[in-house]
């Protein structure tokens, strides 16, 4: 699921975004942020979202393992 987050949001992208594109309850998504925000793998900018250059060599890793 924290793959699928960082795609929607390596472009720029807002929570209701997230949540319709990845299909989860705003609660979920908001624990998810929290824990990729934590580890570097996200930030935001205001009401943005962004997937980090650390995020996007997860989503890589991830791609390769096929997680």
């Known amino acids: 699921m924290s793959a ?11 929570k209701t975004q997230i949540v319709y594109g990845t299909n989860l309850n705003f609660e979920v998504a908001k624990r ?10 996200i930030k935001q900018n205001g009401d943005l ?4 250059i650390k995020g996007k060599e997860f989503q890589e890793l991830a791609k390769e393992l096929k997680l």
């Open 49 to 52: 979202y962004l997937t980090t």
């Open 32 to 41: 998810y942020l929290e824990m990729l925000q934590e580890r570097g793998l």
């Open 4 to 14: 699928e987050i960082l795609r929607v949001a390596s472009k720029g992208a807002n």
